[in-house]
């Protein structure tokens, strides 16, 4: 044995001999499950792995039926573990998170990590549309915000950090998010008009209705409308403040410039849906009526925001339609169909049965007259009909006026009537 060469052991080892070979004797480790994958994820994890552990977590998730404590734990693991992707380094992973979150039975299950929620958003929704997929991401993010606000406001996901981010977008003209997130933040002040309060969101949803276009405004008006007619939200409108851009839209000239003209028609129609209300006409009243004041004051200047005033007026008082059919039926010359989808009813009440039988749009009508008469109405109606150059505004101050003079179908106190 002595004269065997040295490489022989070495040729039987290679052979497999040797007791612990591994292609031999090693057990195959069976694959981790998908949640434990998952939960061993994180921000720099390869994207594909990500991809995989995300997809076989919503497919365990659409079949969930059948074992309740399966269902336990992939809820567990989606509220802890897919939270962590929201900083992960590609967009996708992060959208996909975002829309995983939705599946989750309520909010309450990320309470824990409320504020990195918000940060995460917070950084999503101030991303550029221009960087490729940023789009589909904030698009997930805003959705998953106005999933929480489903249920009560405790749970929601929209602290000042996501309202004030929100703003930040609703002022960017040109945003393709800017029309989801003005919805969102009008939903807010619907429901939970504090949190819009506490950060000034107000303000930019006055101005942001000012903007345009006619959807948005609408659906603003009718939020802030839904304030003013109820007493526990008022509080949160400050007299003189909240609506200033609304009036001040009004009271200043235009001159030539086109889109000035079109934010004064729309603050026409915002204030005339405002003051068809209790609570709007409320508001008005307070702060020493100075905003009532301020339109009669540009009114008797005869400016270009004169004619939209008139028009505001005879929309208020009920005599649009009769302004636009009887004086201008063939050739029409005062735009009184600004306000066409949204009149008061007119009812024909005779003189007699105006003494006894008042319905609630006649007393609202004969208190906004009171108080434009008190502003000094009547004398802005003279000036504007003798001293303005537009032929529309002289014929609509004189058609109000002649109204006026006659027996109109609003009762008036009688120290007003003399």
Request: contains cysteine.
């Amino acid at each position: 044995g002595a004269g065997r060469p040295a490489t022989s052991a070495s040729s039987e080892l290679s052979a497999g001999s040797y007791p612990f070979d591994r292609s031999v004797n090693t057990i195959a480790e069976p694959p981790l499950d998908p949640l434990a994958r998952l939960a061993a994820c994180n921000e720099s994890s390869d994207a594909s792995e990500v991809d995989e552990c995300l997809s076989l977590l919503a497919a365990r998730l659409d079949t969930l039926s059948s074992a309740a404590t399966d269902a336990a734990r992939a809820l567990e693991t989606l509220s802890r573990h897919v939270p962590c992707l929201l900083a992960h380094f590609k967009w996708y992973i992060r959208a996909r998170a975002y829309k995983l979150l939705r599946r989750l039975p309520s909010p309450r299950a990320l309470g824990y990590c409320t504020e990195y929620m918000e940060l995460s958003i917070m950084h999503t929704m101030s991303m550029s549309d221009d960087v490729h997929g940023v789009h589909e991401e904030r698009e997930q993010a805003l959705k998953f915000i106005r999933w929480t606000m489903r249920f009560e406001p405790g749970l929601w996901i929209l602290g000042p950090r996501v309202i004030k981010g929100l703003m930040a977008i609703a002022e960017q003209a040109d945003d393709r998010m800017r029309g989801i997130c003005l919805e969102t933040l009008c939903e807010c002040l619907v429901l939970a008009p504090e949190r819009l309060w506490y950060v000034g969101g107000l303000r930019t949803l006055t101005l942001a209705a000012l903007d345009g276009p006619w959807v948005v405004s609408v659906t603003i008006a009718s939020a802030l409308a839904h304030v003013f007619d109820n007493a526990e939200t008022r509080r949160y409108v400050h007299a003189g403040m909240a609506l200033g851009g609304i009036v001040s839209a009004l009271t200043e000239s235009p001159g030539k410039d086109q889109a000035l003209a079109e934010r004064a028609k729309i603050a026409a129609f915002m204030l005339t849906q405002l003051l068809k209300s209790w609570g709007g006409l409320q508001y008005f009243l307070s702060d020493g009526r100075r905003a009532i004041r301020a339109l009669v004051e540009a009114l008797a200047l005869a400016d270009t925001n004169a004619k939209i005033i008139l028009g505001m007026l005879l929309e208020l008082f009920g005599l649009s339609d009769d302004f636009d059919a009887v004086q201008f039926e063939q050739q029409p010359r005062f735009d009184v169909e600004l306000l066409s989808p949204f009149h008061l009813p007119v009812h024909a009440i005779t003189q007699q049965a105006a003494r006894t039988r008042l319905l609630p749009v006649d007393y609202l009508r004969t208190l906004l007259l009171t108080v434009f008469i008190e502003a000094g109405l009547v004398d802005a109606l003279v000036s504007a009909s003798l001293e303005s150059p537009q032929a529309e505004v002289v014929d609509a101050s004189a058609t109000l006026l002649r109204w006026l003079a006659q027996n109109p179908r609003i009762p008036l106190p009688e120290t007003h009537v003399a």
